[in-house]
């Protein structure tokens, strides 16, 4: 049985940092593609970075130079560390994979495992 879950969420103001990781169990972190997203009150979930299997990385644009990406495989953990936040970064932030492939777009309907998501709130 596949599990993620989330941890590091937190308040903090403009500016500041959080590191969320994602513990996986059941499933190899580096052996499919992987992912963050993000749902702020009252709009869609959306895809915030996402990880191949090589470790190349995507962001969206809307966080681009801001977060990173990366995985521990010896700890067999995901985490998305985020500088410089913003108001507008507060959200439940989701980890999600994918069954079986090594790269996707970062679309809800790709991934099949979610973990029960972390709340992060950026005030100003």
């Known amino acids: 049985q596949v599990q993620l879950v989330e941890s590091g969420g937190g308040s903090v103001q403009a500016g500041g940092s959080l590191r969320l990781s994602c513990a996986a169990s059941?499933?190899?972190?580096?052996?499919?593609?992987m992912a963050w997203f993000r749902q702020a009150p009252g709009k869609e979930r959306e895809g915030v970075s996402g990880?191949?299997?090589?470790?190349?990385?995507s962001y969206a644009d809307s966080v681009k130079g801001r977060f990173t990406i990366s995985r521990d495989n010896a700890k067999n953990t995901l985490y998305l560390q985020m500088t410089n936040l913003k108001p507008e970064d507060t959200a439940v932030y989701y980890c999600a994979a994918v069954r079986s492939a090594w790269s996707c777009e970062i679309l809800e309907t790709n991934f099949q495992y979610w973990g029960q998501g972390t709340q992060v709130t950026v005030s100003s």
């Open positions: 990880i191949d299997t090589s470790g190349g990385p």
């Open positions: 059941g499933y190899n972190v580096r052996s499919s593609y």
